[in-house]
């Protein structure tokens, strides 16, 4: 089954205490991106990857790390978490052959992320 | 900024009829612009895709516009369903890149 997962799905850390969410897609992508939402805010993204060792800035990368070291997967470290970290974290995959199918982006289950 | 607007008030409507959802762009123009549903606590789901050159986009109950002159995009659900109700997202992507900006998402609800 195509899908992308992320995993925990649920974590609850405390300030400053590194961690990373891991995201892997099974569908041969080429891009990977994180996201955050937050009540009325909607979804931002963090990081993005065109490619392996290829990565980006979105709107909201401060406090965030991404590496692409293997194209199927795309981590997302938080080297020192802060309360104003937790959120709910969705990771995306897109793309592979270039037309319409680069154009949609399949998305993760969520990981609801509690900083105390 | 470049930013994606949609309205934040809740719509309501009763099954049968149509909702209409707006989403408005504003300070450059995108290449196209998607539409996402999201059910509470899951993942946003593709539902469709319409290009700057393209007035409008059909899939079976749904269908998008896209007005360049007046900077917005038109989601209409026809004959809508309880099962319709969700969160309702738009958002842009510029070609060639993936840097994507989402609108906040309207909530429908559809009353049987």
């Known amino acids: 089954e195509a899908q992308v997962t992320q995993n925990p799905r649920y974590l609850i850390t405390v300030t400053g205490k590194k961690l990373t969410v891991t995201c892997s897609q099974n569908?041969?992508?080429?891009?990977m991106s994180w996201y955050r939402q937050d009540p009325g805010l909607g979804l931002r993204q963090i990081y993005y990857?065109?490619?392996?060792?290829?990565?980006d800035k979105g709107d909201v990368p401060e406090g965030y790390k991404v590496s692409r070291k293997e194209k199927r997967n795309f981590p997302l470290i938080l080297e020192s978490p802060s309360p104003n970290q937790t959120s709910l974290y969705f990771c995306a995959s897109a793309g592979g052959v270039a037309g319409v199918n680069t154009d949609t982006q399949y998305f993760g289950p969520g990981t609801r992320l509690t900083v105390l | 900024s470049q930013k994606i607007e949609q309205n934040s008030e809740a719509l309501n409507i009763q099954e049968g009829k149509t909702a209409t959802l707006t989403c408005n762009y504003t300070n450059y123009s995108p290449a196209y612009l998607q539409w996402y549903r999201q059910d509470p606590g899951r993942g946003p789901v593709f539902l469709l895709l319409?290009?700057?050159?393209?007035k409008e986009k059909r899939k079976e109950r749904l269908k998008v516009t896209f007005d360049t002159t007046l900077k917005q995009s038109l989601f209409h659900i026809t004959a809508s369903q309880p099962a319709d109700s969700a969160t309702y997202l738009c958002a842009r992507r510029k070609t060639g890149g993936f840097k994507t900006i989402f609108g906040a998402g309207t909530r429908l609800f559809v009353k049987a």
């Open positions: 990857s065109m490619n392996v060792e290829v990565t």
């Open positions: 319409i290009r700057e050159n393209e």
């Open positions: 569908m041969n992508h080429e891009y």
